[in-house]
């Protein structure tokens, strides 16, 4: 079975209106995908989203979705379980991908 992945953090999304702005996406993301702005949560950096859902799955509200698994951080996670560099460009470890890996 191939995997392919998306790039960018295309499944990232905000409903803005359902937003608290508690910070808990600013908090738990290691990319700075996330900032605060006028008490509630903004994209400002979508490209470097891995997609690992970490900001779906600690807001208090469901107010960021995200198809977790599918970008940066299920490759890295199956490239390494392949023993393969990962790729974001196409084909999970290494098939026909077109990127280099992503991270």
């Known amino acids: 079975m191939t995997s392919s992945y998306i790039k960018n953090g295309e499944t990232l999304a905000l409903d803005n209106a359902a937003c608290i702005g508690c910070g808990a996406c600013v908090d738990v993301c290691s ?4 900032s ?10 979508r490209e470097a989203c891995m997609e690992c859902g970490a900001c779906a799955r600690n807001g208090p509200v469901a107010a960021l979705a995200v198809e977790a698994g599918v970008g940066c951080a299920g490759a890295n996670s199956l490239g390494k379980l392949r023993g393969t560099a990962p790729s974001c460009g196409g084909e999970a470890g ?3 991908g077109k990127g280099t890996a992503c991270c």
């Open 36 to 45: 605060l702005e006028a008490g509630k949560a903004r994209i400002d950096r």
């Open 94 to 96: 290494g098939g026909s």
């Open 31 to 34: 990319h700075g995908v996330f």
